[in-house]
């Protein structure tokens, strides 16, 4: 019998939570198959089976908190599929029916011969699809009536017996809520519990420190979006033939955000002790939203990618977080960061620091304002509102202002800005 354990995941994170078990306990793994998601401060990861055989027991539940080393699961290299749950409960059932009159006896295998298509004998034949779809609703296989003649189960037979799991639930829940009625609590209202993720307690836990240790200031500058959008509107047909990707923004506020560093090198630095570290790299931070809360991948070396470059590492950046497929290494040692509070509708914002970085840029959204040109004539704008915060222990207010002037020029004049990329 050999233990599944916690293994060491990475050298700042000693714990997590189970997410999901991708398993059941009588199910046949080999080595290396992938058994149970764990959700990280950071990152999921999945835990591989290091022995081939059968799982006998599983020790931790789905939302139970484990640390490295941890015993949650147990395999039996020399046993069959299907035996860990079946064996176990059949010697109660027997003792349990044994004192019944015969009577009795003789109406359970009838009704246990109803039941036999969807129990399967302890194994359950079911497609891919179907196993899939049963870990995400948390329906156990063996308990699904399958309506194909050779007692395949199916998604449609798993999407059932969950419509069938959920009724009773409903019908129980006026129970449930008169119950507490003679309880006090702080609110006279119905109100929900929900547990915070891991992540989302590490996102309030780190939010809070960076209020608490470093002296936050936010400065603001707007920027007219019309040479951008004109060139966008210009180059974005050749570029996506040429590149398979398309021209965003982003790409043009990476590149301005590089140049700007490279003027106030501060904003590129970060305070370790009594010293300062001033990074030589430019690797830029950019804040994707996901379910679970807001994580910030790394564009490496943005200062040597091309806009093609930068958009590509963009994209599969964010299709990485968003399927939760995001490894340590995509998110440890950035330099600075850029957060697009734009995409969700923001006007105005003060973004928090992204510790130990001492500078992030916040965008918004784009809005048409009438604006008085040089001329004293009054044009229709694309403007946007720029936000940067920064760590007044390094960077003084004068250098922020100029940073950020500096990025809004650049977007005003964006063609050096592709000659240059």
């Known amino acids: 019998m050999q233990e599944v354990k916690i293994p060491e995941l990475a050298e700042s994170i000693t714990e997590g939570t189970i997410a999901e078990w991708l398993v059941q306990k009588g199910d046949k793994v080999e080595k290396g198959d992938p058994i149970v998601e764990l959700e990280t401060d950071k990152v999921n990861v999945e835990v591989n089976a290091e022995v081939s055989g059968v799982i ?27 035996g860990g749950a079946a064996p176990a409960e059949a010697p109660k059932e027997e003792k349990q029916e044994a004192p019944a009159p015969k009577e009795e006896k003789e109406e359970a295998p009838k009704a246990e011969a109803k039941e036999e298509p969807a129990q399967g004998n302890g ?28 007692g395949r189960v199916r998604p449609e037979d798993v999407d059932a017996a ?37 992540r989302r307690q590490t996102i309030a836990k780190n939010l809070v420190n960076v209020q608490h240790e470093t002296a936050m200031l936010t400065t603001f500058n707007e920027v ?4 951008v959008m004109k060139l966008r509107s210009e180059r974005k047909e050749k570029f996506l033939q040429k590149n398979n990707v398309k021209l965003g923004f982003m790409s043009f506020f990476t590149k301005a955000v590089v ?15 009594n010293e300062l570290v001033i990074k030589k790299f430019y690797d830029i931070g950019i804040a994707v939203s996901t379910d679970d809360g807001l994580v910030v991948p790394v564009v490496r070396d943005a200062d040597r990618k091309d806009f093609a470059g930068i958009e590509q590492s963009i994209v599969d ?51 048409k304002r ?35 002037v500096r990025i809004k020029e650049m977007l005003e004049d964006p063609y050096d800005l592709l000659l240059e990329g």
Do not use: C, W
């Open 259 to 273: 140049g700007a560093l490279k003027e106030f090198p501060l904003l590129n630095a970060e305070i370790q002790g």
């Open 317 to 367: 950046l964010g299709t990485k977080a968003r399927d939760n497929k995001l490894a340590l290494s995509d998110l440890q040692g950035g330099s600075f960061t850029i957060t697009n509070g734009g995409t969700f509708g923001s006007m105005m914002s003060t973004p928090i620091l992204n510790s130990p970085q001492v500078g992030i840029l916040g965008m918004h959204n784009i809005v």
């Open 123 to 150: 194994e359950v034949i079911a497609s891919p699809a179907a196993r899939k779809r049963a870990r995400e609703l948390n329906i156990d296989l063996s308990k699904v009536a399958a309506r194909d003649p050779l």
């Open 56 to 82: 006998t027991e599983i020790l931790s539940a789905e939302g139970d908190d484990v640390a490295v080393g941890d015993t949650i699961a147990k395999v039996d290299e020399n046993g069959e599929a299907g």
């Open 224 to 227: 007219d979006m019309t040479a």
């Open 162 to 198: 969950a419509s069938a799991k959920n009724e009773p639930k409903q019908a129980s829940k006026p129970a449930k809520q008169e119950a507490p009625k003679s309880e006090k609590t702080e609110f006279d209202k119905p109100v929900e519990r929900v547990k915070m993720t891991r």
């Open 370 to 404: 009438a604006m008085v040109m040089p001329d004293d004539s009054i044009e229709v704008r694309p403007m946007m509102y720029l936000a940067l915060s920064y760590d007044h222990r390094i960077v003084d207010g004068k250098e922020a202002v100029q940073f950020l």
